[in-house]
């Protein structure tokens, strides 16, 4: 590649890998699955990418010092790194097995969150802890709820086995 190929791949990496973090994130709302483990691929995968491509960055941009390494780290994490990670759940999601499984589970801890959808942002959006087979998951819920979110007192929903073997919640109820 070129020196201007890469002043347009570096940065369109990172724009994808920022684009996806918020995907991700979606999805994460809906799997179990430990967080350690995303921040795990993210890292990993960024600091490989560093080690493979520094030399090809560094001719690319005219840093010098600390600043080269921030910067540089801050492409391959945020770019690369997010990217495999979003492949990553998104296939586990995607890809899930076709039998489904309901549960119930009791709400053990209640709070809200700021967010909204891009037309009404800045909503109380309610979360609530359940206790998921030793592991306390917080599931995030629609503005609606809001009002009577200490009405609630069991979340329902089906479960799938996802491609990677973590589960996936679909069709969340509140009883």
């Keep these: 590649m070129t020196k201007k190929q890469r002043k347009i791949f570096y940065p369109t990496i990172f724009i994808l890998g920022l684009f996806l973090m918020v995907w991700q994130t979606i999805i994460y709302r ?23 491509d520094f030399k090809n960055y560094r001719k690319t941009y005219e840093y010098s010092g600390i600043g080269l390494y921030i910067y540089s780290l801050m492409h391959y994490i945020c770019g690369f790194g997010f990217i495999v990670c979003s492949i990553f759940i998104l296939t586990n999601y995607y890809f899930a097995e076709q039998n489904v499984e309901k549960k119930s589970y009791e709400i053990i801890r209640r709070t809200w ?9 800045g909503e109380k959006q309610p979360v609530f802890t359940i206790n998921y087979e030793g592991k306390n998951k917080e599931l995030v819920f629609y503005a609606k709820f809001y009002e009577k979110m200490n009405s609630y007192k069991t979340v329902e929903f089906e479960t799938q086995k996802g491609f990677f073997g973590f589960e996936i919640l679909k069709n969340k109820k509140l009883n």
Excluded: A, E
């Design 30 to 52: 809906n799997t179990i699955i430990d967080v350690n483990i995303l921040i795990g691929i993210v890292l990993t995968i960024g600091i490989i990418s560093f080690i493979i």
């Design 113 to 121: 969150i700021k967010g909204g959808s891009k037309y009404s942002t």
